[in-house]
C-alpha cells in the first residue's frame, strides 16, 4: 500500500478543514460558508509532474509521441501482464522526489474509482509489495498540448492518462488488470481475496441462465492467447451473439458490463460505453465461455471473454488473474503485433 504515514487521510484532512473552518466563526462571530474544493485532474496533475522534471528526469521517462523501442514497437500501445514501461522504480530510490511521487500517486487516485482504492491498493501490495515499489512510468508528447500520454505500470496493471489526446481509443490505448490473489501463483477455484474474481462470478451467472442451445453456441474448449485483443471489426468473432440471449440475460450482461467498467474514473466509463453504442451496443458483441483450464473442475468457467467490432474484454481467471482490454469506438484502430506481449509465467 502506498505508505500514507507521512500524508493526512482524507477524514484527517476534512476534520481539520471543519475544525479551522468552526474556529474561525467563532472568533469573527461571521457564519462560514463552506466551498467546495475542487481538485485538480488526472490530466492538470501530469502536466505540474512534468514542470517539475530535471532534464535527468526528463531524458529518462519523457519520450516523442510516436517513440518507436527497438524490442516493443510503439512504445506508447505497449501492453503486458508484467512490465516496467521505465526501469526507474517511483518509489524505493532517489529517481523522484518526495512530492513527484505523491503527484503520482494522485494521478492514479485520479484515474480510477474512489470506492475501489482499497482494493487496488492490496493488488499492489499482493503483487508488488505496494504502490510503486514494482512500477515505471513515461510520459509521451508534452503535457498541455494536443498529444501527450501518462503511462503507468507494473505486475498486473497498465493504466493511461491521455487528456483524450489518442484518438478513437478508450482508455488512451490497451490496458490490462489483475491479480493474484493469497492462493499464490496457482489459485483455487474460489480465487480466495481476489479482488477482481467477482467480475467472473457473475459472467458465470449469464451461463447458468442459458438454454442447452446457447451453451453450446457459448461454451467452446480452448481460449484464444490472452494477449489477442486486436479488433476483429466485422470478422468472424466465435461464441454466442448477445442477440441470442433472452431480455433478461441480457440485463445481467448489462450488470457485467458495469463491473467490468467500476473500478476506473467515470469518464473513462462513459467514454468506453459511447464508444460500445457507436459500434451498434451490446448487440453486436458475443459471449464466449472456455472450457480449458476450469480450476477445480466446477464448471464455474474462469476463462471468458466480451467481444465486438472494436472491444475487447478478455478475461484469463487461471492460474490466476489477467485481464486485458481494448476498446475503440473504430475497428479500424490497429496495434502494432509488437505491441501485444504474450503473457509471462509471473
Not at 91 to 111: K, S, V
Request: proline fraction near 4%; glycine fraction near 10%; charge should be neutral.
Amino acid at each position: 500500500m502506498f505508505d500514507a504515514a507521512h500524508y493526512p487521510s482524507r477524514r484527517e484532512f476534512l476534520r481539520t478543514g471543519v475544525t479551522a473552518a468552526m474556529t474561525a466563526a467563532t472568533a469573527s462571530a461571521l457564519p462560514v460558508i463552506a466551498k467546495p474544493v475542487e481538485r485538480p485532474t488526472s490530466e492538470t496533475l501530469v502536466g505540474q509532474l512534468y514542470q517539475s522534471f530535471s532534464d535527468v528526469q526528463k531524458r529518462a521517462v519523457c519520450f516523442a509521441w510516436d517513440h518507436q523501442d527497438r524490442q516493443r514497437g510503439l512504445l506508447r500501445t505497449h501492453i503486458s501482464n508484467n512490465w516496467r514501461i521505465t526501469p526507474q522504480a517511483i518509489r524505493g530510490n532517489a529517481f523522484y522526489t518526495r512530492d513527484q511521487q505523491e503527484m503520482i500517486r494522485a494521478i492514479f487516485e485520479g484515474l480510477v474509482n474512489p470506492d475501489w482504492l482499497a482494493r487496488w491498493d492490496q493488488q499492489f501490495r499482493d503483487d508488488m509489495g505496494g504502490f510503486g515499489l514494482r512500477q515505471g512510468i513515461a510520459l509521451f508528447g508534452t503535457p498541455g498540448t494536443r498529444q501527450f500520454e501518462f503511462v503507468l505500470s507494473g505486475r498486473h496493471g497498465t493504466i493511461r492518462c491521455d487528456g483524450n489526446s489518442a484518438e478513437h481509443v478508450c482508455f488512451g490505448g490497451p490496458i490490462l488488470y489483475g491479480h493474484e490473489g493469497s492462493g499464490g501463483y496457482f489459485e483455487r477455484a474460489n480465487h480466495a481475496d481476489n479482488v477482481f474474481w467477482h467480475q467472473a462470478v457473475e459472467a458465470n451467472r449469464i451461463y447458468q441462465m442459458l438454454d442447452g442451445r446457447q451453451r453450446r453456441l457459448a461454451l467452446l474448449p480452448e481460449a484464444p492467447d490472452e494477449a489477442e485483443i486486436a479488433f476483429r471489426g466485422n470478422g468472424r468473432i466465435d461464441g454466442i451473439p448477445v442477440t441470442e440471449l433472452s431480455a433478461d440475460q441480457k440485463g445481467n450482461l448489462q450488470r457485467v458490463l458495469r463491473l467490468l467498467l467500476e473500478p476506473y474514473r467515470q469518464s473513462d466509463r462513459d467514454e468506453a460505453v459511447a464508444a460500445l453504442k457507436r459500434q451498434g451496443g451490446l448487440d453486436r458483441c458475443f459471449l464466449t465461455f472456455y472450457r480449458r483450464d476450469d480450476l477445480g473442475d466446477d464448471g464455474v468457467w474462469d476463462n471468458w471473454r466480451l467481444e465486438g467490432p472494436a472491444f475487447v474484454w478478455h478475461y484469463r481467471g487461471a492460474p490466476h488473474v489477467h485481464v486485458w482490454v481494448n476498446i475503440a469506438d473504430d475497428p479500424r484502430v490497429t496495434l502494432n503485433a509488437r505491441n501485444l506481449s504474450g503473457a509471462l509465467r509471473q
